[in-house]
């Protein structure tokens, strides 16, 4: 298949997700892939892309952010859509939050979207979009080398920026974590098979109303054969079992108690990373996710 993915190769200086979990996974796979990076745009126009590499399908993470992307090209991807020589699509990342004043506007330029958040889908359809399917985050096994669980070096850790939310929760826990921030995607990908437990804190600091959402952490975590620690989430439970291929809590102090008998007692935390990475390969590689998502865009 030709693929013109759109989205943007940089984030804050450093490549991207949509390069590790996206294009290299959908080049992998087979297929030709056209990246067009919406941060850096391309001697070509987008049309004159469209023109000259003929895709079979426009696959897109389109933020609405200028800030992050400023040469998303909307109007000619909603062209293309109303042609429908081309199929177009679009991954929605964040649809607890920008559902209302992104995502419930941006799908109508898009023959298919996708949303990680199952509850969605029946507000799409209220708001008179029908081609909306449901695709998790995913990572890809390919960058992430798990070591044998004694062989991890780090006991606990969190990988990601400390918010101000983030902050205020660990503020609560007296347990040694090692924190990770402001890394290369490069070093997230050794940092987690490194480490025993990895910790994901569903809740965005940029929502309003204090929602948790799914979070590729997630998914990184099992990707590196860590032991998946999270808040919980409504939903997670369909993409692990609870207890058994993860652990879950829903505030500081359940946190702290679950960690520490995981610390206490390695042998458990060691069984259930092992089982949650079997079901990472199983069924969250971006390989998979991937190839299930273009099935489902082929039916629609």
Partial sequence: MRILFTSNKTYRGSIDGGWWYFYLP???????????DTVS???????????????DLIFCIMTGDVGIAPLEPWQDILNETKTGRTKTFNWFCDDTWRYDNFSKNACHYFNVCSTPENPRVADYKKDGYDNIIVANWHANSKFYEAKAYEDKNTDISFIGYLTATRKSFFNRVDLPITFLSGITQE???????????????????????????MKQRMFEVPAGGGMLLTQYHEGIEDYYKIDSEIVTFKDADEFCKKAKFLMDNPNVSKNIAERGYRRFIREHDS?????????????L
Avoid: C
Wanted: glycine share 8%; charged share 25%; hydrophobic share 30%.
């Fill in 26 to 36: 959908l080049m992998d796979m087979g297929h030709e892939v056209y990246f067009y």
């Fill in 287 to 299: 390989s998979v996710r991937l190839n299930q998502v273009l099935q489902e865009i082929g039916k």
């Fill in 41 to 55: 745009g391309d001697d070509k126009t987008y049309s004159e892309i469209i023109e000259t590499f003929k895709p």
């Fill in 187 to 213: 070093e997230l990908f050794a940092a987690h098979t490194t480490t025993k437990i990895g910790i994901n804190l569903s809740h965005n600091d940029n929502d309003t109303q204090g929602k948790t959402q």
